[in-house]
């Protein structure tokens, strides 16, 4: 057998996006290929839990995982996989942040249920998920779905951050590139703690449209305006565009094609609450002192919490909604 | 131990405004009720919306921003800044399940001091009314795992 | 609390408690708060803490002084009264012990705490809740040098009234140069359209008139007339002011005052500004007789050669040769220290109050028209007369706080009208002899020499009916009414109604801020208060300076105020600025906002935030920097940055959090529903 240092991919709660970013590496695979043994990767080669927790601690050299902790399941596997790594990088929005199945933690657990079971399908009979079930062959169990979604490194600590939802492949190659340099002795990991694979500052430093001092007097949805000016900024044409206050490294994809940016890269270096700089930001360039004016104007934003926290919620500093934690 | 709930609330003050009827008031020995700690900033347009949310979820059951009235900003303007900022932040607070009377915003020039201490002792009241927010131990009680309740509801 | 001040180069922090005597000691048990402090703050660097009787005293301070050398603190927090009082007392006495004055920060547990709370175990918990806070700010305390500034030695007065003159009189004399600057063509303001003052009666113009001569030969005074300032640009000790010179259409380096081109010139207008409408003037005019400078200026809205191409009389009769119609606007650049805002008040506009009927009723004139009316020099040669121009009145009603103290209009009181009007019952009494009715709400005559001026006036036979006037009519209802204005008032002292007929009624219309206050305010970066008047920085303490630096009001734009107050002013402000000139520098706080290049990515969220054009956007890099000597401060863009880019040195993010933690953390619930009995 090879003496390759170990590698593993983990999926927790998250859509799949991200496996699918690192699979769009392209060539690059075949360098991950050549310098690693992929030790654990589900969604790529059979593995049974029981086959990690038999290998030796800290003996990955890399473990990527992705998405958030919803259940006791994924923080099973969190615990179990830090005490396997050498490295524990939280992979993509949902590990970092929570990400988009992060905002159900606006909403309490019986809430989520009755969206699922409830509303979705044509049976109304209340059911909702068995932690236990008998069987003749023995118990069932379900891993037990937590209050709230937490991120990785609210479960476990974290070495390293890649924000993204998902990732872009080529921050993920740079990432490749760089580990593999490091095994090769020709590049130092950056300290503990670190944001990687993308930059530091925010997306409108990768931004081409033009920027002037920002007036709002009215905010509008997508579908709203009529025609978005193709160079102009797009928070000075009343759509609210997450840019300002999310990190740069996707090359500001999203703008540059009309949309506004999600938000998907997570708050920029050293912020504490990614929610608060867009808030204040934003409502900082409203282009009114008059109280009822204001309202007017903020009238237009119809979904503050799920727009200033889309990526956010389970890494701000509230965390929840009080519903979710009441 | 007492059954009455004694909210905390931390305050911000403008150095200019707030700060000095905070002053007025001590030198003027008009009372008010012990649950406040303030904070002075230059400004209340120095209110980060981070501030106030750091607050709460410290455990503070609520958060009260003063500054000059509008039109006697010290700055200027920044007064109205403070105002769209509160008012885009408790709406969000609002969608979270937080009751809008837990951010309250109070206009206090530096010679109301009586005013600052009666606003004071009504948010108190209203607050206590509210009952507590007590952030960290909401959040110790959802990260804490335990049988589901609904496993029995099912099972049973 | 938070972890890193583990970390081995924690901070060692002294704590220090004060009794106030037994100001705070009453009420908080400072012992304790000592004793705690040590005990509970110790894992975050609390090395000493003590209590001490006096901690402002001279011994306090030693005492902290000896511990920073003996102990080696690194931090200090002392718990004692407000910051505005003692906070630069601790900071001198830190740096003296080699400390960094800004490590140090002060808990204010007498004001916020012992003054306003009555329980002592819940004011003790406060008091510990608040060392808290302080201690876990100061960890995240920096080093801090106060910011020096050169003051340039060139002084900007805005506004020609008797403010500014003086203002500009009193630096003038010291040696320094003045520009001073009045939109009018003439330096004077509102005192030179006065016949007499109050309460000595001596003529206005004698006393002002020698004052303006001496502004306008000054040799350290630029008089710029006819000018107005059209941008400011910079900070305390260097700002550069665009001024905008009207153009004349007059030569001054040519003409000679000589006044053959008013004389002659053939046409004549209402002049509105200075006679308020009871005079005329031609359209090549000086203001008045006196006006300095003495050159004309030409009124192009009503000159006839600018109205229909020709006439040219005053060009062609001019013996100097010094009309010249082919001046344009210009603009002045210049660059000054300090400047002293003069710019006065407006009169309100008795239209307002159409029961009145001023504008209506030929007889019932503005206090403003008196004034002219008296004047020697005004339309009237000083005769008091009825619209008519001849007719003496016989009874005359001067109505007091006319769009003064009245909710509908300014709730101010106008400070000089119940002067000005016991000067205009005098006046009528004495050239007329007719019969004079006061009608006031309260008589105000504060301040030297005033109230006895009100008893001669008593003395004098002068009546005074105490009640707003609710109507003036020449409705006759009544016999003897016939012909004459009606004053109804309710006579609030007997508690009856009055109908006084009367020839003339004199409204002492009230002072109102400039119409234009607010965009001037806008233009020089101050502000005005929620009724329009500009704010000083303190209403007792520092009554002509302004929260920004380097900009100081003098006279009624800052409120209300007589003759003798607006000139104590204008020397205030002159006094602050000649001490300015005097050092030659200044010492600003080092409370600033800096921008993180690196971290910034020119969003331009915060560019239109700054009031003070601190905040400075460069196109080619793409992002954006803040001039430290325009920023004053406030943290407005620190915390509108949607990337974290803008941070604020002594009021930081991580000193706020941290205090915020420090605040909370003994003050859960748990713990507090013990600590406070119900």
Known sequence: MSEKPKFAMYWAASCGGCEIAVLNIGEKILDVDANFDVAFWPVAMDAKYKDVEEMPDKSILLTLFNGGIRNEENAHMAKLLRQKSQILVSFGSCATEGCVPGLANLSSREEVFAAAYDSITSDTLGIRPQYSYEVPEGTLTLPIFNTIVRTLDQVVDVDYYMPGCPPESHQIGAVIDLVIQVLHGQAELPPKGSVIGAGGSTVCDECGRIRNVKKITKFRRLHEVAEIDPVLCLLEQGILCNGPATRDGCGALCPAVGAPCAGCYGPAQDVVDYGARLMTAVSSVIDSNDPKEIDRILDDIVDPAGTFYRFNLAHSLLHASKTAVS | MSEKFEPIIIGFTCNWCSYRAADLAGTARVKYPPNIRLIRLMCSGRVDPTFILKALSEGADAVLITGCHPGECHYIEQNYKTMRRVKLLQRTLAQMGIEPERVKLVWASAAQGVMLAQEITKMVEEVRALGPLNWPGRMREATIIGEHPAVEEVVA | MSQDTHAEDKERIGVYVCHCGSNISATVDVEDVAVWSKDALGEDGVVVSRDYKFMCSSLGQELIERDIQEQGLTRVVVAACSPHLHEQTFRGACNRAGLNGYLCEMVSIREQVSWVHTDKVAATAKAKAMVAGGVERVIKNEPLEPLHVPIHEHTLV??????????????????????????????????????????????????????????????????????????????????????????????????????????????????????????YRTAVYTPFAQAVPKYPVIDPDTCTYFLRGKCRACEKLCPTDAIDFSQTVTYKTVTVGNIILATGFDTFDARRIPQYGYGRLANVFTSVEFERMCNAAGPTNGDIVMRDGVSKPESVAIVHCVGSRDRNYNNHCSVICCMSSLKFAHLVKERTGARVYNFYIDMRTAYKDYDEFYQRLLEEGNLFIRGRVAEITDAARLPGEEGKLIVQAEDTLVGKQRRVPVDMVVLAVGLEPRHDAAEVAHKFGISCSSNGWFIEKHPKLDPVATMTEGIYVAGAAQGPKDIPSSVAQGSAAAARVLSRINKGEIELEPVRATVDAQKCSGCRICNDLCPFGAIIFHEDLMVTEINHALCQGCGTCVAACPAGAISGSGFSNEQVMSQIEGLLAFSLPNNLIELVPA
């Open chain 3, 158 to 279: 805005v506004g020609g009234g008797i403010a500014g003159i003086q203002a500009a009189l009193e630096i003038a004399d010291s040696g320094n140069k003045v520009y001073l600057v009045e939109r009018e063509a003439s330096i004077g303001g509102h005192m030179a359209q006065f016949d007499k003052t109050f309460p000595t009666l001596d003529c206005a113009a004698c006393i002002l008139t020698p004052k303006m001569v001496t502004a306008g030969n000054h040799p350290n005074i630029e008089l710029l007339t006819w000018s107005e300032v059209e941008r400011v640009d910079g900070y305390v000790g260097n700002f550069t002011v665009t001024i905008k010179q009207k153009p004349r259409y007059v030569d001054t380096d040519l003409c000679t005052g000589c006044g053959i081109c008013w004389e002659k010139c053939p046409k004549k207008v209402v002049d509105e500004v200075f006679e308020a409408g009871l005079g």
